[in-house]
């Protein structure tokens, strides 16, 4: 099991920057690559980013490329979303989640990954 907490959310104008954490206990070395998904109010939950922990090679959404930036700190065993130049699409309820097995061909796909957090809101508004 892992268990993984999300931290870092709140409100912000467009334009604005925001920092997501992502502690992960329990069987943390178990971890393959860890992701962010989105889930905006009547949607589905979206994939943003993945990293791979091992290596850092991080993949991006189209959406969001370019203005976010994922990373992860193997030695706190916590994963970080860098938001920079957010938008009002920005606007979602962010979850962080582990893989044991990564494959980026599938790393979009929810059941690619194991263990979820419980998620931390972003608002962007004017």
């Known amino acids: 099991q892992v268990q993984l907490v999300e931290s870092g959310g709140?409100?912000?104008q467009p334009g604005e920057s925001l920092r997501l954490s992502c502690a992960a206990s329990g069987r943390a070395?178990?971890?393959d690559a860890m992701a962010w998904f989105r889930q905006s109010p009547g949607k589905g939950r979206i994939f943003v980013a993945a990293v791979k922990w091992s290596s850092?090679?991080?993949?991006?959404?189209d959406?969001?490329?370019g203005r976010f930036t994922i990373s992860r700190d193997k030695a706190k065993s916590t994963g970080y979303l860098q938001m920079n130049n957010v938008e009002i699409d920005d606007t979602a309820v962010y979850s962080c989640a582990t893989s044991?097995?990564?494959d980026v061909a599938t790393?979009?796909?929810?059941?690619?990954?194991?263990f979820w957090g419980q998620g931390t809101?972003?608002?962007v508004s004017t």
């Open 121 to 123: 809101q972003v608002t």
């Open 56 to 61: 850092g090679n991080d993949y991006y959404a």
């Open 63 to 65: 959406s969001v490329e």
């Open 10 to 12: 709140g409100s912000v």
């Open 107 to 114: 790393m979009t796909w929810l059941t690619t990954y194991d």
């Open 29 to 31: 070395a178990s971890i």
């Open 100 to 102: 044991r097995r990564f």
